[in-house]
């Protein structure tokens, strides 16, 4: 079979090999998994010219001293020494071995994050320090600590290491499939799930050469088991502490198994880093045509991201984080990280069918037989699956597209105002990028009794480390380049507001997004809505005239204008924040 190494690469490794009795047992892991499905599929695997590295290729099994990859002297942690990069056969043995979850019954490993199900983003903060402070957009979602307090506990975690871990795992890879734009990073962790987790959701190696001479861009040291008893003292908000340091090139995460700390630290990162080389960094899902056309998906939880862009006629080049270098698009990961609550084969197949060996479950309960139960909510609604990209059947193998046709920005207007798709000028596409708008409804959390809005700068705020006009500068030079057509679809509520209309239909939604991938959108008129100042188109194939224009779908005219113009005050005000000195100023392109 055909294992992405030359005959000379593969004699080497042998010879490297500390404990050549892994690579045959990989061999035989192999050749059972692997031809126990379909000759076809096996071929498919061994074939696939993809970013992506496969469980096909041959990783170190044993485990190599911290000095011989520089992770003495570049962390302090001396004695501590590390599997590297384990292949899926080794990461799964390592995981049963060590009792750190459950085998599903659907071959996919199940395990438990502890008390955090999500991440911790008050405990989040960065070591305040030139220049590096000079750009952080600092607030609550960028907290600041002095550097002292930073190096306490970067000393803290290496002790740990040192005095109580023999052997840990490192994933040595990257961020990013384009090589041009990617950077490389280092993740240490104790756990082989956590090894697991992030093996899934960045950049493999294709061969142990490529990572010969590693020198990372960014290190993350995992020591999620131990905590911070004098955060008082240190300024911190609670035991728990995701650290950043700029200029030192690291992070450290105390007190926190969840492993989407990890993700979105990296992703956090690459928001500071490629804007600064003019790249767009984008919190977005994308997927591209069989003609090339490419497609950028904003929209926060609940909107549809996800779904919409798993079109079964396109390929998926990712589902969460991307970049827009000179060459287009790229992913910055190499898998998905999918919510599982409610999760059927019926509702979401190509996510459902993902879920197999090589896939990492968390937070599931699982029934007899290992079945996962993804209805029951009881340890929390955000249950998760990570699993590498490869296992959606129609993903995008290079991970990249061209520089995108349209962009559409997702919301789930529960207010029932907004129509469910209008075209966006230039200057309405980076007022509605920073506004970020969907809505919570009554039922989603305690003590909502009505549609309140749901505003989150770049359709995610949480992980923009620079001022957010920043970014949306940045996406208009883009568009203008490029030609780039914007439109802002609504998945929510048509004919009255929550409790009184009713959802948007998939039916319509797709109908509305196909449109707008096929292009026949723009042989449609349009009317501008006098409010929000956006265009609607006033006929559209599939899609009932009175749905198009929203207030055709109210019976209380009255009560729509008055709506509207509510929901127009809070992009007002929610906008206000963004009005600084210094800063382009996008509000007349916002509602009157």
Known sequence: HNFNLSAKDFSALINQSKNNITIIKQMTYLRSFYCASSVARLAALSARSSAFNSPLNIRYASTIPASAIGIDSATGITKTEFYRNLSYPDIFEHEVKNKEGEVASNGAFACMTGKFTGRSPKDKFFAKQTPSDQFLDWGPINMAIAPQVYKDIYKRAVDYYNNNVDKAYVFDGFCGTNPKSRKSIRIITELAWQHHFVTNMFIRSKSPKEVENFTPDYTIINACKITNPDYKEKGLNSDVAVVFNVEDKMAVITGTYY????????????????????????????????????????????????????????????????????????????????????????????????????????NVKLKEGGVPDYDDSSIT???????????????????????????IFLTCDA??????????NEGQAMYHFLSGYTAKVAGTERGIVEPIPNFSACFGAAFMTLHPTKYADLLKEKLRTHKTNCYLVNTGWTGGAYGVGKRMSIKATRACVDAILDGSIEKSSFKTDPIFGFEIPTSLHDVPSNVLDPKDSWTDKEAFESVSHKLAGMFKSNYEKFIKPGVTDYSPYGPK
């Open 259 to 362: 492993g989407g700390e990890m993700k979105k630290g990296i992703f956090s990162m690459m928001n500071y880093w490629l804007p600064m080389e003019g790249i767009m960094a984008m919190h977005c899902s994308a997927n591209k045509g069989k003609d090339g056309d490419t497609c950028l998906f904003f929209g926060l939880s609940g909107t549809g991201k996800t779904t919409l862009s798993a079109d079964p006629n396109r390929y998926l080049i990712g589902d969460d984080e991307h970049g827009w270098d000179d060459d287009g698009i790229f992913n910055f990961e190499g898998g998905c990280y999918a919510k599982t609550i409610k999760l059927s084969r019926e509702s979401e197949p190509e996510i459902f069918d993902a879920i197999k060996r090589d896939a990492l479950i968390e």
């Open 381 to 407: 609604e955000n249950g998760r699956v990570s699993y590498p990209i490869y296992h959606i059947s129609n993903h995008e193998p290079t991970g990249m597209g061209g520089h995108p046709n349209n962009i």
């Open 415 to 424: 207010f029932g105002v907004l129509p469910p798709v209008s075209r966006l």
